[in-house]
C-alpha cells in the first residue's frame, strides 16, 4: 500500500478541486488559519518544580502567614462583646409574657425589662446591635419584593409600585414603602439603664444617627422632592401592613432622619446573607475627655418594647453590645484560617524537606553510578 502524498496546498488549507470566487466546486473551509495564537504555538513558560523552589515557598508562606494570623486573632480576642436573648421563650423570661400574647394585630405595645450585668467595662465607642435568628432574608422572593426607584425618590413609583412587590404593593392606596421587606421592619425599641450602686437608674444616651452606610443614606434613599412637609410627599399612599404608623411619622422631630431615610428602615432594608444576623441598632458615643469607661461594670435594665412577634417562625431576638477594632468587629474566624494555612504549609515543608534530605542523596548517588 502506498503512502498518501503530501500537498502543501493542503496544508494551508486548500482543498482538492476547490476553485476561488464562487466556482462550482468552491467548498467552505473550517481549517483554522495557520497563525501561532489559533494553532496553539504560542511561546509558554513552565514552572520546573524541585526542591530548591518548592521547600523554600511553603516555609516562606507559613512564616508570614502565622504571624499574621495570631495577630487578627488577638486583635479579635482583645473585642468585648456581650449578648442577650429577650425572645422570651422560658416561663422564667421576663419576656415571656409578651412572646405569648403579641402578636403583629395588636394595638398596643407590651414592654419588658431584663436585668443583666458586665463583668467588664465598655471603652470607647460601643456599638448596640439587635440580633434575629432563623429569618431567612436572603429568599429570592424576599429580597426581590422592594421598588428602588420608589425608595429613590421617584413620584411615579410612589404612586404606582412596581409589581415585584406584590402581595405588598397596594391595600385600598399605594403602599410606601411597598413590598416585603419593608413591611417585615424590625420595629422593637430598646433602652439601655445604668443601675449606680445607690439603686438609681440612669439612662444611657443611644446614638440613633450614623448607623447606616453613606452611599445607602445619601444615594440609594431619597424622599421624594418638591416638599419639605414630608405628610404632604406622602398623600395618597398607605402605610405598610404591619406598620403601626406611616412612614412620614418614623422619626418626625428629626427632618434628616425621616422618610425613606430613616437610618433604622434603611439599615434594615439592606438584606442578610445568613439566617442568623445582626443589625446595628445604635451607638453609644464615649464622652470626650473623659476618662470613666463607656459603660463600667455593674448592672443594666434593658427596656425592650416588644413590637416584633417571631414565634411565627421559631425566631430569636437578641441585643449585643460591642466594641471594634481597625479589623472590625469580633471574628476569629480569619485569624484562625490564616494560623491554618500557614501551620500547614510549615508542616509540609518539614515533610517534604525530610523526604528530600533521606532519599534525595540515594537519587543522586545513583545518578553518578550509571
Known amino acids: 500500500?502506498?503512502?498518501?502524498?503530501?500537498?502543501?496546498?493542503?496544508?494551508?488549507?486548500?482543498?482538492?478541486?476547490?476553485?476561488?470566487?464562487?466556482?462550482?466546486?468552491?467548498?467552505?473551509?473550517?481549517?483554522?488559519?495557520?497563525?501561532?495564537?489559533?494553532q496553539q504555538r504560542l511561546p509558554a513558560w513552565q514552572p520546573i518544580l524541585t526542591a530548591g523552589t518548592v521547600l523554600p515557598a511553603f516555609f516562606v508562606i507559613g512564616l508570614i502567614f502565622i504571624p499574621i494570623g495570631v495577630g487578627l486573632f488577638v486583635t479579635s480576642n482583645n473585642i468585648k462583646e456581650f449578648e442577650i436573648d429577650y425572645t422570651g421563650v422560658d416561663m422564667s423570661s421576663p419576656?415571656?409574657?409578651?412572646?405569648?400574647?403579641?402578636?403583629w394585630n395588636n394595638t398596643q405595645s407590651c414592654t419588658c425589662s431584663v436585668h443583666f450585668s458586665l463583668d467588664q467595662p465598655f471603652e470607647s465607642n460601643v456599638f448596640m446591635y439587635y440580633g434575629l435568628s432563623n429569618f431567612y432574608q436572603n429568599?429570592?422572593?424576599?429580597?426581590?419584593?422592594?421598588?428602588?426607584?420608589?425608595?429613590?425618590?421617584?413620584?411615579?413609583?410612589?404612586?404606582?409600585?412596581?409589581?415585584?412587590?406584590?402581595?405588598?404593593?397596594?391595600?385600598?392606596?399605594?403602599?410606601?414603602?411597598?413590598?416585603?421587606?419593608?413591611?417585615?421592619?424590625?420595629?422593637?425599641?430598646l433602652e439601655l439603664y445604668y443601675i449606680d450602686p445607690n439603686g438609681s437608674r440612669t439612662a444611657i444616651p443611644l446614638v440613633k444617627k450614623g448607623i447606616a452606610w453613606w452611599t445607602d443614606k445619601h444615594v440609594k434613599f431619597r424622599n421624594?422632592?418638591?416638599?419639605?412637609?414630608?405628610?404632604?410627599?406622602?398623600?395618597?399612599?398607605?402605610?405598610p401592613v404591619n406598620w403601626r404608623k406611616p412612614v412620614f411619622e418614623l422619626d418626625p422631630l428629626?427632618?434628616?432622619?425621616?422618610?425613606?431615610?430613616?437610618?433604622?428602615?434603611?439599615?434594615?432594608?439592606r438584606t442578610a446573607?445568613?439566617?442568623?444576623?445582626?443589625?446595628?441598632?445604635?451607638?453609644?458615643?464615649?464622652?470626650?475627655?473623659?476618662?470613666?469607661?463607656t459603660l463600667p461594670r455593674g448592672e443594666y435594665i434593658l427596656e425592650v418594647t416588644y413590637n416584633y412577634p417571631v414565634r411565627s417562625f421559631d425566631g430569636r431576638?437578641?441585643?449585643?453590645?460591642s466594641t471594634i477594632s481597625w479589623m472590625g468587629g469580633k471574628n476569629p474566624f480569619l485569624g484562625i484560617a490564616y494560623i491554618t494555612v500557614g501551620s500547614v504549609c510549615f508542616c509540609l515543608g518539614l515533610v517534604l524537606l525530610s523526604i528530600h534530605y533521606r532519599y534525595g542523596k540515594r537519587n543522586n548517588s545513583a545518578e553518578i553510578s550509571s
Open 1 to 38: 500500500m502506498m503512502a498518501p502524498s503530501y500537498n502543501a496546498k493542503e496544508e494551508d488549507g486548500h482543498q482538492p478541486g476547490a476553485t476561488g470566487h464562487g466556482g462550482a466546486g468552491t467548498m467552505t473551509n473550517k481549517k483554522p488559519d495557520n497563525t501561532a495564537f489559533k
Open 95 to 103: 419576656c415571656y409574657n409578651c412572646s405569648q400574647s403579641y402578636s
Open 139 to 189: 429568599h429570592r422572593r424576599y429580597v426581590k419584593s422592594r421598588d428602588d426607584s420608589q425608595l429613590n425618590g421617584d413620584k411615579t413609583s410612589l404612586q404606582s409600585p412596581s409589581k415585584e412587590c406584590e402581595p405588598y404593593r397596594s391595600s385600598d392606596k399605594p403602599i410606601a414603602p411597598c413590598g416585603a421587606i419593608a413591611n417585615s421592619l424590625f420595629n422593637d425599641t
Open 224 to 239: 421624594p422632592s418638591g416638599n419639605n412637609n414630608l405628610t404632604v410627599v406622602f398623600q395618597g399612599t398607605s402605610k
Open 254 to 269: 428629626d427632618s434628616d432622619n425621616n422618610g425613606f431615610i430613616n437610618e433604622d428602615f434603611i439599615v434594615w432594608m
Open 273 to 293: 446573607a445568613l439566617p442568623t444576623f445582626r443589625k446595628l441598632y445604635c451607638i453609644i458615643q464615649k464622652k470626650p475627655n473623659n476618662m470613666t469607661p
Open 317 to 321: 431576638k437578641r441585643m449585643i453590645l
